[in-house]
Nanobody, 122 residues
Framework: QLQASGGGLVQAGGSLRLSCAAS????????MGWFRQAPGKEREFVAG????????YYADSTKGRFSISRDNAKKMVYLQMSSLKPEDTAVYYC?????????????????WGQGTLVTVSS
């Protein structure tokens, strides 16, 4: 089970940190990702991190502004978002996959959290 939190309203240029709490004994073997879905748009990949935390991935739109990290001992994944833009407004979801061939593909993630809303005002 995954539970995302930390969303809210922030002004453009501001920062926000999202958290994802996981339950279960296999968290340290799961690859994790953050996705987002804006109104009227498809869900899109934001950032990903492999099971050990040694490899991270970012969408072109978030590279250099967002940072994903994990703490396997605490069963937590974080998404630090900086220099936020109005186009970052969306519901953000954390997701987990045991294996994937394409870390950007939402359908390769087996477990999903409930989402947390991020609103960036201009």
């Amino acid at each position: 089970q995954l539970q995302a939190s930390g969303g809210g309203l922030v002004q453009a240029g501001g920062s926000l940190r999202l958290s994802c709490a996981a339950s279960g004994r296999t968290f340290s073997r799961l690859n994790m990702g953050w996705f987002r879905q804006a109104p009227g748009k498809e869900r899109e990949f934001v950032a990903g991190i492999n099971w050990s935390g040694g490899t991270t991935y970012y969408a072109d739109s978030t590279k250099g502004r967002f940072s994903i990290s994990r703490d396997n001992a605490k069963k937590m994944v974080y998404l630090q978002m900086s220099s936020l833009k109005p186009e970052d407004t969306a519901v953000y979801y954390c997701a987990a996959a045991r294996y994937y061939s394409d870390y950007e593909a939402a359908n390769e993630y087996e477990y999903w959290g409930q989402g947390t809303l991020v609103t960036v005002s201009s």
